[in-house]
T-cell receptor, first 119, second 113 residues
Framework: SQTIHQWPATLVQPVGSPLSLECTVEGTSNPNLYWYRQAAGRGLQLLFYSVGIGQISSEVPQNLSASRPQDRQFILSSKKLLLSDSGFYLC??????????????????FGEGSWLTVV | AQSVTQLGSHVSVSEGALVLLRCNYSSSVPPYLFWYVQYPNQGLQLLLKYTTGATLVKGINGFEAEFKKSETSFHLTKPSAHMSDAAEYFCAVTPGGFQKLVFGTGTRLLVSP
């Protein structure tokens, strides 16, 4: 079965420090990968998505970047954190369209999330 | 462009009462619709989804939702609330079921004894 892991689960970082959140998916190949952010009291905002290694699409301009160095690895980074970067970050995946199995292309599965507090 | 509106940021019910969480969407193409649940400090878990076919969809934990195209709605219901249903619920839409899942702002369900 497919699983998704992201870490760290919680992180407290000072303003201006770098950030690295990592996400890996197991049990599938060539997944679509996503980073969402959930700010306090707000819905989920899609930050980045990737359909393949080295292919990153950014949904909103921001202080963050994403990379996909391997097929099932997705990394969210920042060189200098801002207070406004605080929030709950969720990694997610789904199978590319056209593949079968339990994880069909029209369902997105989420990791457990990472709480980032910038102080 | 697709969008989702969830009416009511908070809904309070008594244990055993009917749960109704409202979701309206807009989509320029036939939508795929989802409900996710989020328990405190956790990721999102899929409750149910509508893609094509039967408009009444049954999900986990006794929840169901009905796709009404004429009303552009996909409301979530459960006949009898349990304390364990207290969580945040998100409605989401995607055009044709691929990428860029657009979420509503969520509804927090509170269940009192």
């Amino acid at each position: 079965s497919q699983t998704i892991h992201q870490w760290p689960a919680t992180l407290v970082q000072p303003v201006g420090s770098p950030l690295s959140l990592e996400c890996t998916v197991e049990g599938t190949s060539n997944p679509n990968l996503y980073w969402y952010r959930q700010a306090a009291g707000r819905g989920l905002q899609l930050l980045f998505y990737s359909v393949g290694i080295g292919q990153i699409s950014s949904e909103v301009p921001q202080n963050l970047s994403a990379s996909r160095p391997q097929d099932r690895q997705f990394i969210l980074s920042s060189k200098k954190l801002l207070l406004s970067d605080s929030g709950f970050y969720l990694c997610a995946w789904n199978a590319p369209m056209g593949t079968g199995g339990r994880a069909s292309g029209n369902t997105i599965y989420f990791g457990e999330g990472s709480w980032l507090t910038v102080v | 462009a697709q969008s989702v509106t969830q009416l009511g940021s908070h809904v309070s019910v008594s244990e055993g009462a009917l749960v109704l969480l409202r979701c309206n969407y807009s989509s320029s193409v036939p939508p795929y619709l989802f409900w996710y649940v989020q328990y405190p400090n956790q990721g999102l878990q899929l409750l149910l989804k509508y893609t094509t076919g039967a408009t009444l969809v049954k999900g986990i934990n006794g929840f169901e939702a009905e796709f009404k195209k004429s009303e552009t709605s996909f409301h979530l219901t459960k006949p009898s609330a349990h304390m364990s249903d207290a969580a945040e619920y998100f409605c989401a839409v995607t055009p044709g079921g691929f990428q860029k899942l657009v979420f509503g702002t969520g509804t927090r369900l509170l269940v009192s004894p």
